[in-house]
Each structure stands twice: as C-alpha cells, then as structure tokens.
C-alpha cells in the first residue's frame, strides 16, 4: 500500500520558518520525482515545488528564494524547508508523486501564518 504521510505545519508568524516533512512508503522512493502542492480555502490545488530522482529541483515563482525542498533517499522522506513566511503562504500542503496513469498524495498539513 502507498502512503504518503505529512506532518509538521502549524502556526507561524510572519517572517517565521517551518520543515515540512513528508514520509513515503510502499513505492520505489528513490526512483521516482516528488512534489510539495499546496491549497487554500478553494478549488485549486497550486504547484510549490518538486524534486526529481536525481535531485534537480523547480519551484514555482512566489517561493523562490524562500522555500526548498529536499529529499532523503535513506529515510523515503521529502522535505520542504519554508522560510520568511508570509500570510499568502497559509494553506494546506499536500506531497505527492505522479506517475504515468496514477498519483498519489497524502494528506496535507495545514500551515497558518498570522500574527
């Protein structure tokens, strides 16, 4: 079975910092790219960040210079170290993987940034 488990948002104050961390099992983790999605009160999930097998990594404009993603091949984990964090930045943040014909997501972990 694949899992994909989240954890570590929270409340944040503006300007702060949070490590998402997302745990992954029952694939071949160090084989396949991974993403960091995210969604605010509203239909659209939004693309954030991915990193492929290799470890190239792409990142959506208004996160760059402030988020980075990583992953540890030893652990099957995908990280997203967010700084200067800003109250656009709230929303639930979801990771995941697509693969021809399937996707699999986890799901999500809520980062709130107000003061």
């Known amino acids: 079975q694949v899992q994909f488990v989240e954890s570590g948002g929270g409340l944040v104050q503006p300007g702060g910092s949070l490590r998402l961390s997302c745990a992954v099992s029952?694939?071949?983790?160090?084989?396949?790219?991974l993403g960091w999605y995210r969604q605010a009160p509203g239909p659209q999930r939004e693309f954030v960040a991915t990193i492929s097998s290799g470890g190239s990594t792409m990142y959506v404009d208004f996160v760059k210079g402030r988020f980075t993603i990583s992953r540890d091949n030893a652990k099957n984990t995908v990280y997203l170290q967010m700084n200067s964090l800003k109250p656009e930045d709230t929303a639930v943040y979801y990771c995941?993987?697509?693969?021809?014909?399937?996707?699999?997501w986890g799901q999500g972990t809520q980062v709130t940034v107000s003061s």
């Open positions: 995941g993987t697509l693969l021809p014909g399937r996707s699999y």
């Open positions: 029952g694939i071949a983790f160090s084989s396949i790219g």
